[in-house]
């Protein structure tokens, strides 16, 4: 009796562990299925070829080779006769490259060039940009320039025309400064152009100004 009941119970032992390790089985390749998984692939040797540099457009092209005019060009005034069609091109950003290229030519036809630009020019970034130079290098043309850019229609071209007068210590330019400044609307032109008064006229007064 014993030993029967003892041979069952290695019988059930045994379907058991038959029947865990088919579940077990099962699971393992459910999971496998189910995700789809590969065994993992050995890892590569191949070295992956460098990435090809990005090579620049055509507009891109042309705005580096305009820059480079100055350093390439024999003297000054070739360069400045290289440059003088890329100032009025239609393209906005062929302009600006022209007038910051002449930023490195001190002569006077480059004076008179960007005095022009900050004149005529239809972009009023690139006007800003030929009146700085022009006030950064103290060129004759620049009280001109700045006198008639005080009433520009751009207010920060108002501004900075004011400012480079104080800059110069343009004493001369009080009459066209009073001029604007009874007219000017904007408040930070108007702070520019009382700055401007006081340091170039000993007799301003803003209270005094203020009640007339």
Same mark, same amino acid.
């Given at each position: 009796?014993?030993?029967?009941?003892?041979?069952?119970?290695?019988?059930?032992?045994?379907?058991?562990?038959?029947?865990?390790?088919?579940?077990?089985?099962?699971?393992?390749?459910?999971?496998?299925?189910?995700?789809?998984?590969?065994?993992?692939?050995?890892?590569?040797?191949?070295?992956?070829?460098?990435?090809?540099?990005?090579?620049?457009?055509?507009?891109?092209?042309?705005?580096?080779?305009?820059?480079?005019?100055?350093?390439?060009?024999?003297?000054?005034?070739?360069?400045?006769?290289?440059?003088?069609?890329?100032?009025?091109?239609?393209?906005?950003?062929?302009?600006?490259?022209?007038?910051?290229?002449?930023?490195?030519?001190?002569?006077?036809?480059?004076?008179? !060039?960007?005095? %022009? #630009?900050? =004149?005529?020019?239809?972009?009023?970034?690139?006007?800003?940009? $030929? *009146? &700085?130079? /022009?006030?950064?290098?103290?060129?004759?043309?620049?009280?001109?320039?700045?006198?008639?850019?005080?009433?520009?229609?751009?207010?920060?071209?108002?501004?900075?025309?004011?400012?480079?007068?104080?800059?110069?210590?343009?004493?001369?330019?009080?009459?066209?400064?009073? !001029?604007?400044? %009874? #007219?000017? =609307?904007?408040?930070?032109?108007?702070?520019?152009?009382?700055? $401007? *008064? &006081?340091? /170039?006229?000993?007799?301003?007064?803003?209270?005094?100004?203020?009640?007339?």
């Amino acid at each position: 009796m014993l030993c029967r009941h003892e041979n069952r119970k290695t019988m059930r032992y045994a379907r058991l562990e038959g029947a865990y390790s088919l579940l077990l089985l099962a699971f393992f390749f459910g999971v496998a299925c189910g995700r789809g998984e590969a065994p993992p692939a050995p890892p590569s040797t191949a070295v992956a070829p460098a990435p090809r540099a990005a090579q620049p457009t055509a507009a891109q092209q042309r705005l580096r080779e305009i820059a480079a005019i100055p350093s390439r060009a024999k003297n000054p005034d070739v360069a400045l006769m290289e440059l003088q069609p890329w100032l009025t091109n239609e393209d906005r950003d062929a302009r600006e490259a022209a007038i910051l290229a002449l930023w490195d030519i001190e002569t006077l036809g480059a004076n008179r !060039a960007l005095a %022009k #630009t900050a =004149r005529n020019d239809k972009d009023p970034e690139i006007k800003s940009y $030929a *009146l &700085e130079e /022009l006030v950064d290098r103290e060129a004759p043309e620049a009280y001109e320039t700045l006198t008639a850019l005080l009433s520009d229609p751009d207010s920060d071209l108002r501004e900075q025309a004011a400012e480079g007068l104080e800059t110069l210590d343009e004493e001369r330019a009080t009459k066209q400064l009073y !001029a604007q400044l %009874k #007219t000017e =609307r904007d408040e930070w032109v108007r702070d520019a152009i009382i700055s $401007a *008064l &006081e340091s /170039l006229d000993p007799d301003f007064d803003e209270d005094e100004w203020e009640q007339d």
